[in-house]
């Protein structure tokens, strides 16, 4: 489940954006409603039916953890820290792009 974390919040960080609007496309597999991820160069090294494993370039990352609660409460337990980060509730006091 750590692991699902950390892709979640990754796929914040790289701009990542739902659209769930059209039914139709919300029907069918769970990614078919994702409209356009922005992402960093990566390599896949290994890639199973259930989930992919990539390296990523050397870059700026931000990452959380959360443990001991339920995965939804966690899941917005974790973008909420990360939201305040980004909005200046960091070290330096900067707000900054997710993107």
Same mark, same amino acid.
């Given at each position: #489940?750590?692991? =699902?974390?950390?892709?979640?919040? =990754?796929?914040?960080?790289?701009?990542?954006? =739902?659209?769930?609007? !059209?039914?139709?496309?919300?029907?069918?597999?769970?990614?078919?409603?994702?409209?356009?991820?922005?992402?960093?160069?990566?390599?896949?090294?290994?890639?199973? !039916?259930? +989930?992919? /494993?990539?390296?990523?370039?050397? &870059?700026? +990352?931000?990452?959380?953890?959360?443990? &001991?609660?339920?995965?939804?409460?966690? +899941?917005?337990?974790?973008?909420?820290?990360?939201?305040?980060?980004?909005?200046?509730?960091? /070290?330096?006091?900067?707000? #900054?792009?997710?993107?």
């Amino acid at each position: #489940m750590d692991n =699902v974390l950390i892709f979640l919040l =990754v796929a914040l960080l790289c701009g990542l954006q =739902v659209a769930a609007s !059209d039914p139709d496309k919300a029907s069918g597999r769970d990614d078919a409603i994702v409209t356009e991820t922005l992402q960093p160069p990566f390599k896949t090294l290994s890639k199973t !039916d259930a +989930y992919e /494993e990539r390296a990523y370039e050397a &870059g700026d +990352y931000v990452a959380t953890n959360v443990t &001991g609660l339920p995965f939804t409460i966690a +899941y917005t337990n974790g973008l909420s820290r990360l939201y305040a980060y980004f909005l200046g509730r960091n /070290e330096d006091n900067v707000r #900054m792009s997710r993107t």
